[in-house]
C-alpha cells in the first residue's frame, strides 16, 4: 500500500491564482481530512469528509474548497490565493471519524507570492 | 477556546536523560487523546493513544503517556532519551468529528 500520498510536493503560487492540492489513499478509509501547519500553532483542521459525498468544515476553512466524489481522493482547492495561505498542507485519513489513528501524508509545502 | 495546550515551545535533553512532554486539554468528561510525532520534513506518526482503561498507556518507540482527569493533562514520558527522538511532537484530543492538535514542543537531543 502507498498509504496516503499528497502531490504535488512544493507549489509557487502568486496571489490571486487557484490550485488544487491532490490527496489519495489507497487503505479504503472512510474520514479524510485536511490540515494546514503554521508554526507555533500545531496543525488545524481545514475540512474533513466523513465519507464519499460528505464534507465539512473544520477549524479554518475560510479560502478553501474540498469535494469528496470517490472514498479514495479528496482534493483541496484554493480558488483566489492569498499569502497568508502559506503553509504546509498535510492530508490525512482514517477508518473511521476522528476517533481513530489517522495517516498523513508527507505533505505539501505552499508558498503565495 | 483552545482545547489543548502544550505549555513548552522547546525542550532540550542530553541523550539518555529522562524526558516528559506535557499536555492539558479542556474539552471532554471523557476525552480520546493521541501523541503524534513529526521528524524534519515529514508528515505525522502516531505515537499513542488514550481512549478509556488503564490511564498509563503504552507507545511505540518506548514512549508512554499517563492520563490524568484530575489534572486535565496527557504527559508524554520516555525513561531514556535517544538522538533519534529529536523531532516535534503533537499532543491531540477529538473534538466531535474533529481532531484538534497542540502547537507542538519541539525536542532537542544533546550528545
Known amino acids: 500500500n502507498a498509504g496516503v500520498t499528497q502531490t504535488p510536493k512544493f507549489q509557487v503560487l502568486k496571489t490571486g491564482q487557484s490550485m488544487t492540492l491532490q490527496c489519495a489513499q489507497d487503505?479504503?478509509?472512510?474520514?479524510m481530512s485536511w490540515y494546514r501547519q503554521d508554526p507555533g500553532m500545531g496543525l488545524r483542521l481545514i475540512h474533513y469528509?466523513?465519507?464519499?459525498?460528505?464534507?465539512d468544515q473544520g477549524e479554518v476553512p475560510n479560502g478553501y474548497n474540498v469535494s469528496r466524489s470517490t472514498t479514495e481522493d479528496f482534493p483541496l482547492r484554493l480558488l483566489s490565493a492569498a499569502p497568508s495561505q502559506t503553509s504546509v498542507y498535510f492530508c490525512?485519513?482514517?477508518?473511521?471519524?476522528?476517533?481513530?489513528?489517522?495517516?498523513f501524508g508527507p505533505g505539501t509545502r505552499l508558498l503565495v507570492l | 477556546a483552545q482545547s489543548v495546550t502544550q505549555p513548552d515551545i522547546h525542550i532540550t535533553v542530553s541523550e539518555g536523560a529522562s524526558l516528559e512532554l506535557r499536555c492539558n486539554y479542556s474539552?471532554?468528561?471523557?476525552?480520546?487523546l493521541f501523541w503524534y510525532v513529526q521528524s524534519p520534513g515529514q508528515g505525522l506518526q502516531l505515537l499513542l493513544k488514550?481512549?478509556?482503561?488503564?490511564?498509563l498507556v503504552q507507545g511505540i518507540k518506548g514512549f508512554e503517556a499517563e492520563f490524568k482527569r484530575s489534572q486535565s493533562s496527557f504527559n508524554l514520558r520516555k525513561p531514556s532519551v535517544h538522538w533519534s527522538d529529536a523531532a516535534e511532537y503533537f499532543c491531540?484530543?477529538?473534538?466531535?468529528?474533529?481532531?484538534?492538535f497542540g502547537g507542538g514542543t519541539r525536542l532537542m537531543v544533546k550528545p
Open positions: 487503505m479504503n478509509h472512510e474520514y
Open positions: 490525512a485519513s482514517s477508518h473511521d471519524r476522528g476517533h481513530e489513528t489517522q495517516y
Open positions: 474539552y471532554g468528561a471523557t476525552p480520546y
Open positions: 491531540a484530543v477529538v473534538r466531535g468529528n474533529m481532531l484538534t
Open positions: 488514550y481512549f478509556s482503561g488503564d490511564t
Open positions: 469528509s466523513v465519507g464519499a459525498g460528505i464534507t
